[in-house]
C-alpha cells in the first residue's frame, strides 16, 4: 500500500499547533477592499484557528503527515 501524500497547495495555506489544531488565514482579503470597512480590513489580518470539526477533516486529508 503506498503512503498518502501531502497536497502541495495545504501545505502553503496550513500551519498546525503543537496542540494539533489547524491555523488558516481569514477569506475575503484578496481584492475588493474598496468595499469593505477598515474594520473588516484590520480584522481580517493575520491567522485564526479553524473549527475543530474542519481542521481535523484538513488533517485526515490533506495534511496526513502533519
Given at each position: 500500500?503506498?503512503?498518502?501524500?501531502?497536497?502541495?497547495?495545504?501545505?502553503?495555506?496550513?500551519?498546525?499547533?503543537?496542540?494539533?489544531?489547524?491555523?488558516?488565514?481569514?477569506?475575503?482579503?484578496?481584492?475588493?477592499?474598496?468595499?469593505?470597512?477598515?474594520?473588516?480590513?484590520?480584522?481580517?489580518?493575520?491567522?485564526?484557528?479553524m473549527?475543530?470539526?474542519?481542521?481535523?477533516?484538513?488533517?485526515?486529508?490533506?495534511?496526513?503527515?502533519?
Amino acid at each position: 500500500m503506498p503512503k498518502i501524500k501531502t497536497k502541495s497547495g495545504a501545505k502553503k495555506r496550513f500551519k498546525i499547533t503543537g496542540t494539533g489544531k489547524v491555523k488558516a488565514a481569514h477569506a475575503g482579503k484578496r481584492h475588493g477592499m474598496i468595499k469593505r470597512t477598515k474594520k473588516q480590513i484590520r480584522q481580517l489580518r493575520g491567522t485564526d484557528v479553524m473549527f475543530k470539526t474542519d481542521g481535523d477533516n484538513i488533517k485526515k486529508y490533506f495534511l496526513p503527515n502533519g
